[in-house]
Structures are given as structure tokens and as C-alpha cells.
């Protein structure tokens, strides 16, 4: 079929609204690709256009390849999503030896160990060369990571636990995961142009460049193409593979999207309740019925239950949105990391299926919450400086909720979250529906909140 002329325009538009380079895009409906093709380009050098087949890192979309590995292990008896972690890694430890214990791959794969971001892949990212070259290497030094909050209490992103999940995945299966994620996914699904090693994006022929502009940080590597900064992503990022270390094409997440659609005969070899099981909150939102699942965030649209993940790496942005009751998906990737795909991709969704949530992706998400609508007074504990791994963040009362000034956690420029008070010490994002919540210590005061898996310290 192919896109519509609102489907260009809606790309095309957005592009050329948030000055990024190129995208790459694919529809699926009916278990069908009914549109995919590439907008702008994906090499500004060389003018070299992005296409359905071109290659980005999809970033953090790989999490649900590694809750998809975790259930088909758990379906043949291998893996016990509640049994400690400890039982098939021995040597895992953190720095607190009683919560360590209390470490399972259910929690790791719904983000509330406790654990969030312990700065183990900042490292991995940011130094020329991996501090950490094995993922057995890498579980070793989380005996020093401390926890931001009680084992089960918060919700905050952790990469360091999806990664320990991915080196269980390949000690209980005996294969490592690079074989395993190739022989009972990729495989299968049909998904020729993927890879699970980060130097075949680099090396491949038909593959974008990771783009930014005035200011990269670490991440410059010193090379422009025109005006946009080339940024510089580490060749070595297998330690990482199962949080975000697969490299693929539109083409193939689509094809990826059917399978995880398809509940009756699906090539994942899942059945429809583990598939089910993923796609559902594990851990809520506070009482809006959204929340994440296994390896993927969960909305809802009136009473249709919307899944998906993003993924962002410097220079990268990406999307998966799918509607499984319908079987419907948007994939996008962009080659600007400060540029969200996630509102692409709503904009597409609404044109295949109807409106999602709302007429345009500057309004506000329209979750609810029965949660009593806070006054300042109330929102006065939560008000003031928090110091994270990037600066200064200012939270200040605002209608309903708290505003959060912050400088970006990766390259782009500071941003400003609205967000809607949705439980106690629970907040969520107006415009991505992302959860924040406040952590007390013993005494009862508020001492951290928790974005994106960093914790940010009260000055």
C-alpha cells in the first residue's frame, strides 16, 4: 500500500520541525507491513538516503527481545521469573547483602529492584575503552552499587539489571546470548538485517550516523557531516546487549511486531499468555492502570491497551507502538537523540487506527487518577534542588503535580516536565506518561526523586 500522503507529511513535517536528518518508518496492520520506507538521510556527508532496510542501534527496544528470551525459558522450565537471582548467578552481589537476596528477574524486568542506574554503564558509554568487556565482569562489580530505594518500593529504569538478566538468560540456557537471541528470535522472525553486535551498524554499508547539534559533551567525536556533530557511540557494546545493544532496521522491528502480535501461532514460540504476560502492567503507575510490563511500557486508550518501548542513545531516538487487540504497529527510528520518536509515532498510529490519545502531542496525556488533586501546600515537601550526574535540577509546585526543571541526562538541551500527581510520593509525566517518584528516609522526609533511572540527591 504504502504511506498516504498524510503519512509523508506527518514524517516530513516533523522532521524538518526538529531539524533531524533523517527517519526510517514501517505500519503494520493485520499482520501485514502495509507502509516502510526512509525520510531525509541517513549519512549527511555522503547524502545518502535512509530507507526501510538502513540500520540504526534500537537502543532500548532490545529490552522486550530480552523479556521474550526470559519467558520462552520460562515456559520450558528453565527460568522462575520470583526465584532469586542468586539461584543462578551465585556469585551476584550488591553492596547490600541482604537486598541481594531479595534480587529477581521479575523485578529487573519491570524496573523496581530498587537498584535504578548505578553509573556501571555511564562508564561503559562515556570511557574509550569498556571498564567492563564481559557481562560476567560486569555482575562482579555490581557488589558496589547501592540502592536508591527499598527492593520493590519505586520504579526506576535499570539498564545494570536488564543486563543481569541477559547474562542469567545465557547461563541457564548454556549458550551465550548473542547465539541465543540469534538462534530463538532473530532466526525465526525472519529478521535478515539485525545484529547483535554493535560493529556491524558501524561497519555496515546502509546504516545511519547518530547526529546532534552545538553541543554533544562527551559524546563529540570531533567529525561533522555539514552542521550537524557526529556522535561518537563506543564500538564495544555487547556487555550491554540485552538492555539495548541490538542494531536493526524498520523492516525487520516490523516483522518483529507481527510475532509479538500474534497471540494464536506466534514464530517467538510463546504462547499467547506469556506474550500477554509481557504486554501487561507488573508494575502500576499509581492507580492510572498504566504502568510497564516485561520489557515494555503499557497505556491505555479508553479500554484498548496500548504497548511499546522507546529507545535513545546519543544521536539515536526510536519507537515501537503497538494495539496486539488490533494488530497494529508504528515503528520509528530517528537519527536525532534529543528529538522524541515516541510523538512520531503517535501521529502515525492515529492515522492507521484513529486517534490515540489526543489532537495534537503538545497537550497533556489523558490518564487518570482518583488521587486527590494536590494544593501547593502539599506539593511544598517535594519543592526545591536536586543534584544529579548532570547538574542542578529545580522541582517547583505546579497545577496538580510538581514541574521538574532539569538539565538533559544525555545530549540534548534542559527540559522542563509537567507532571500529575498520581499516589503517594507517585508522579507521572504529562506528555510521555513516564513515572517520577519521591523516595523518604527513615525519617519521612523526601530525600531523592527518580527520572529515567538516575536519582537525583536533595541539596
Not at 541457564?172 to 554493535?198: C, H, Q, R, W
Not at 499467547?272 to 492510572?288: E, K, N, R
Not at 511544598?380 to 522541582?395: I, K, N, Q
Request: proline letters at 5%.
Amino acid at each position: 500500500m504504502g504511506f498516504t500522503p498524510e503519512q509523508e507529511s506527518i514524517v516530513n513535517d516533523f522532521i524538518g520541525e526538529h531539524d533531524i536528518p533523517g527517519a526510517a518508518v514501517a505500519i503494520v496492520h493485520g499482520s501485514e507491513i502495509i507502509a516502510e520506507g526512509g525520510f531525509g538521510v541517513a549519512d549527511v556527508s555522503k547524502e545518502a538516503p535512509a530507507t526501510e532496510h538502513t540500520i540504526w542501534p534500537i537502543c532500548s527496544i532490545t529490552k522486550s527481545f530480552t523479556g521474550v528470551s526470559a519467558m520462552q525459558l520460562v515456559e520450558s522450565g528453565k527460568l522462575r521469573l520470583d526465584e532469586p537471582v542468586q539461584t543462578y548467578l551465585p556469585g551476584f552481589r550488591l553492596k547490600d547483602e541482604a537486598a541481594s537476596r531479595l534480587m529477581t528477574t521479575r523485578l529487573f524486568l519491570r524496573h523496581n529492584s530498587g537498584l535504578g542506574r548505578t553509573g556501571h554503564q555511564d562508564r561503559a558509554r562515556e570511557e574509550a575503552v569498556n571498564p567492563y568487556p564481559t557481562r560476567k565482569s560486569l555482575i562482579a562489580a555490581l557488589d558496589s552499587a547501592e540502592l536508591q530505594s527499598a527492593p520493590g518500593e519505586a520504579f526506576s529504569y535499570c539498564n545494570e539489571g536488564f543486563a543481569t538478566v541477559g547474562h542469567t538468560i545465557e547461563t541457564v540456557a548454556g549458550v551465550p546470548l548473542e547465539e541465543y537471541f540469534t538462534k530463538n528470535i532473530l532466526d525465526p522472525v525472519g529478521m535478515s538485517d539485525t545484529s547483535i553486535d554493535f560493529m556491524d551498524w558501524k561497519n555496515g554499508a546502509d546504516r545511519t550516523y547518530a547526529y546532534s547539534r552545538d553541543d554533544a559533551g562527551a559524546f563529540d567525536s570531533g567529525e561533522r557531516h555539514g552542521d550537524y556533530i557526529v556522535v561518537r557511540l563506543n564500538d564495544d557494546y555487547q556487555t550491554f546487549l540485552s538492555t539495548g545493544g541490538i542494531v536493526s532496521s524498520v523492516h525487520d522491528l516490523a516483522l518483529y511486531q507481527i510475532a509479538s502480535m500474534a497471540y494464536e501461532d506466534s514464530p517467538l514460540g510463546l504462547t499467547a499468555g506469556s506474550l500477554d504476560h509481557m504486554q501487561s502492567v507488573q508494575f502500576p503507575f499509581g492507580d492510572t492502570g498504566w504502568g510497564y510490563g516485561l520489557g515494555y511500557w503499557v497505556f491505555w486508550s479508553g479500554s484498548t491497551r496500548v504497548v511499546g518501548h522507546s529507545g535513545g542513545l546519543p544521536g539515536i531516538s526510536t519507537y515501537s507502538m503497538m494495539i496486539p487487540s488490533e494488530k497494529t504497529g508504528v515503528v520509528v527510528f530517528t537519527n536525532r537523540g534529543d528529538r522524541k520518536a515516541f510523538f512520531l509515532a503517535e501521529e502515525l498510529m492515529n492515522t492507521v487506527r484513529g486517534q490515540v490519545w489526543r489532537d495534537s502531542t503538545s497537550e497533556p496525556l489523558p490518564y487518570e487518577t482518583r488521587y486527590p488533586t494536590p494544593s501547593a501546600d502539599d506539593l511544598a515537601e517535594y519543592t526545591g534542588s536536586y543534584e544529579f550526574r548532570a547538574g542542578t535540577a529545580d522541582v517547583e509546585a505546579g497545577e496538580g503535580g510538581v514541574v521538574i526543571k532539569t538539565p538533559s541526562r544525555l545530549d540534548g538541551p534542559p527540559v522542563s516536565i509537567t507532571t500529575t500527581q498520581v499516589g503517594p510520593d507517585s508522579f507521572m509525566s504529562k506528555d510521555q506518561g513516564m513515572s517520577i517518584p519521591f523516595v523518604r528516609d527513615e525519617s519521612g522526609r523526601v530525600v531523592r526523586f527518580l527520572n529515567g533511572g538516575y536519582a537525583y540527591e536533595r541539596v
